[in-house]
């Protein structure tokens, strides 16, 4: 069994940063990848981006690349999000969750663990 645990969502202002957190306790494996998604009100759950635990690969959403960055702590069993040049578009809940690497990343049924999410909302 694994939890995963998000923190760190919260308010901010158009152009700002915030810095998400997501903490798995339990049995993680190195062959694991830690993704990224959000949804926003009234629409389809979206991929944000992933991690390997092993190696710290990182694969990010074409739209998002450049302002989005992922990466880890293999000590901590945390990873990151960290968000730059945030836009009201980017309001959404964000949850990380958990697959084996070799795993399609796009397929929510690919996912083990899901954790319970944090909001981001960006004001205007």
């Known amino acids: 069994q694994v939890q995963l645990k998000e923190s760190g969502g919260g308010l901010v202002q158009t152009g700002g940063s915030l810095r998400l957190s997501c903490a798995a306790s339990?049995?993680?494996?190195?062959?694991?990848?830690m993704a990224w998604f959000r949804q926003a009100p009234g629409k389809e759950r979206e991929f944000v981006g992933d991690i390997t635990w092993s190696r710290g690969s990182t694969y990010y959403a074409d739209s998002l690349k450049g302002r989005f960055t992922i990466s880890r702590d293999n000590a901590k069993n945390t990873v990151y999000l960290q968000m730059n040049n945030l836009t009201p578009e980017d309001t959404a809940v964000y949850y990380c969750?958990?697959?084996?690497?070799?795993?399609?990343?796009?397929?929510?049924?690919?996912?083990?663990?899901w954790g319970q999410g944090t909001q981001v909302t960006v004001s205007s």
């Open positions: 339990g049995s993680t494996f190195s062959n694991d990848a």
């Open positions: 969750a958990t697959r084996k690497y070799y795993s399609g990343r796009y397929i929510s049924g690919n996912y083990q663990y």
